[in-house]
């Protein structure tokens, strides 16, 4: 139980144009999911908190125009690279907190890479 | 505020060699810790977790962390590694219970058991 999948698991696209990552919870209802960015050989950097049916919480210094996040089910929530430049390509990790819980566990994709020429 | 240091960035051992991968944590609060390893170009992988209770946890694997209060850490041990152990490992906090539910990871560190 409890997997979480992402889609596309890697892209390659041109400069300038955009690109939607989707983030699904397949066996469990998520109140929250959290996207994630990991440069190579670097952590994890927790980009925004995205809460079912209400606009995402972003961190400091992410640009919410840049990166839209939608959370419009309970088991879907999809990024969305406006405008993306080759400084966007990255790993990108999408997380999900199940509904039913209380122990803070999340619940991680296996990750989409992201290659902007 | 919560921070996760991981005193160590590379650990190389031997196959079949202990190891002992550090992680300490500062909080004001009570925390959940996990630790989770990432092999290449894949997600994140849960180890462990403590939560309450018994302050050794074991996880997957073979491998088991110890929650220390005092010194605020949460180390990861493994009693003999395999060649299947090379990945990194990140060890994270998210707290208070029920509260703030993100997780602050640490920065990793590579294990590269060797033959």
């Known amino acids: 139980g409890a997997v979480v999948s992402q889609h596309p698991s890697w892209v390659i696209c041109k400069s300038g144009t955009s690109v939607k990552i989707e983030c699904r919870s397949l066996d469990f209802q998520a109140t929250t999911m959290f996207w994630y960015r990991q440069f190579p050989k670097k952590s994890l950097m927790l980009m925004a908190t995205s809460n079912e049916g209400s606009k995402a919480t972003y961190e400091q210094g992410v640009e919410k125009d840049k990166f839209l996040i939608n959370h419009a089910s309970l088991t879907l929530s999809t990024l969305t690279v406006t405008s993306a430049h080759p400084e966007d390509s990255s790993f990108y990790i999408c997380?999900?907190?199940?509904?039913?819980?209380?122990?803070?566990?999340?619940?991680f994709g296996p990750g989409t890479r992201l290659t902007v020429l | 505020a919560q921070s996760v240091t991981q005193l160590d960035s590379q650990v190389p051992v031997f196959e079949e060699a202990p190891v002992e991968l550090r992680c300490n944590y500062s909080s004001s609060v009570s925390v959940y810790l996990f630790w989770y390893v990432q092999y290449p170009n894949q997600g994140l992988q849960l180890l462990l977790k403590y939560l309450s209770g018994s302050t050794l946890v074991k996880g997957i694997n073979g491998f088991e962390a110890e929650f220390n209060k005092s010194q605020t850490s949460f180390h990861l041990r493994k009693p003999s590694v395999h060649i299947s152990d090379t990945a990194e490992y990140f060890c994270a906090v998210s707290g208070p219970p029920r509260g703030n539910y993100k997780l602050t990871f640490g920065k990793g560190t590579l294990l590269t058991v060797n033959p």
């Open positions: 997380s999900a907190r199940p509904r039913q819980g209380g122990n803070n566990e999340q619940f």
